[in-house]
């Protein structure tokens, strides 16, 4: 009976699995030449049956990933695609508009530099300058790491609002090295003075031998929405010269927030 089990659910995930392929090339066959098909082409296209792509079809209308014309029945993609699309234009824009100012900061401490979002209790890589060096940090886009132990993940979490602080926090603090900030009451207090001196420091708190220090970036609104950071080995990257490198950071960091349209309030 276990085996049997097993067997059934493994053969649903499968059948599930297929059902998102299926999907993903149904909705790869619009194109500017064909931007309205009908069920009947559709499946041709796909080589599925006509119920088949009828199924997937409706699911996807569910999501707004899809819509059907009432005219003629046929489908074209929906409003989520479109409102999904703008946003990974913005952060395309977005981190071609940082990319000057990411390659002065590199240049400036021969360090790697690295462009952030903060997703969730992540941060997920959008753009990285790699060191010269022959150590170094090793990076990759669209690469994740947690938020409270790293450098740019705390610079953007310390400008979140209490409820979204407490959730990362409730979603728990793994001790990735000796020195991660596992008390919530520490990490609280490591987050205020980010917001009191401007900048974050990881002190290999993520990854033993590595430092970073990053600073937040800002939108035309103020808001906090990324975090640009230099980081390298700790035989490299002293304390003392991680400290001296936070002017270049902030300057960074101000720099892509004023390309952005963020004009920073002057002292009454």
Not at 81 to 99: C, I
Not at 176 to 196: G, N, W
């Amino acid at each position: 009976m276990e085996r049997k089990s097993m067997s059934k659910a493994k053969e649903g995930d499968t059948k599930r699995l297929s059902s998102v392929a299926n999907a993903m090339r149904l909705l790869k066959a619009f194109s500017d030449e064909e931007y309205e098909i009908g069920l009947s082409q559709l499946a041709k296209q796909l080589n599925l049956a006509k119920s088949t792509v009828h199924r997937l079809a409706s699911t996807l209308i569910g999501a707004d990933m899809l819509e059907q014309t009432r005219e003629t029945g046929k489908y074209r993609l929906g409003m989520a695609l479109f409102e999904m699309g703008t946003l990974v234009r913005r952060q395309m824009d977005f981190s071609t508009e940082a990319r000057p100012f990411l390659t002065m900061l590199r240049d400036t401490t021969g360090e790697t530099v690295h462009l952030a979002i903060l997703e969730h209790a992540s941060i997920i890589y959008i753009n990285y300058l790699a060191s010269r060096q022959v150590i170094r940090m090793s990076t990759e886009l669209g690469m994740r790491k947690p938020a409270y132990c790293t450098g740019e993940g705390k610079a953007l979490m310390a400008f979140q609002s209490a409820e979204s602080i407490e959730q990362i926090i409730r979603g728990g603090l793994a001790q990735r090295t000796v020195k991660t900030i596992i008390d919530p009451a520490a990490l609280r207090k490591e987050l205020a003075a980010i917001r009191t001196r401007g900048y974050a420091i990881d002190d290999e708190e993520s990854e033993a031998g590595m430092r970073c220090i990053a600073a937040p970036v800002r939108d035309s609104a103020g808001k906090v929405i990324a975090a640009t950071g230099v980081a390298g080995p700790t035989q490299r990257l002293t304390k003392k010269k991680l400290m001296a490198y936070a002017p270049d950071v902030i300057g960074a960091a101000d720099a892509i927030s004023q390309r952005l349209g963020y004009l920073p309030r002057r002292p009454a």
